[in-house]
């Protein structure tokens, strides 16, 4: 006769979100959440760390120094005056959501139709020729020698 165990583990609970970024933007309780570049994200996460050492409270776990290292690979801006600047430039379009925000600012598309492409929630949102002028802007703040 067999006999069966009590499983060891718990049962998985199923995925409860909706979230997509298509071409309608569904995120779920994070829709209207402020969200980051990740340049934004690498400025914030380099002060905090600053003012920590000089407390001299400091504990790097892996995932931090792996997380500093990303974002020092992809962020696309150093500078904080650049990146202020591209805040103040992204703000300016209030028919973009938080979200579209972050992606063009993190993304650094080179033409509307790329952007478009990878945030599919542009749509009609926002003019190819406008949308081309954000991007060119941006691009300009880039500094590639850093």
Known sequence: MAQFTTPTSRAREKAGGDEEATTELKLGEFQH???????????????????????????ETETLVKTQDYLDVFARFKQKENIEAVERMLTAHEELELFERSQL??????????????????????????????????????????
């Open 33 to 59: 959440v402020p969200t980051l570049t990740l340049s934004e994200a690498r400025l914030l996460i380099n002060a905090v760390m600053d003012h920590r050492k000089s407390q001299r409270a400091v504990t």
């Open 105 to 146: 600012g993190s993304l650094c598309c080179d033409s509307a139709e790329e952007a478009k492409t990878l945030i599919p929630s542009l749509g009609d949102k926002i003019g190819d020729a406008e949308l081309q002028g954000l991007l060119d802007d941006i691009t300009k703040l880039r500094n590639f020698v850093e």
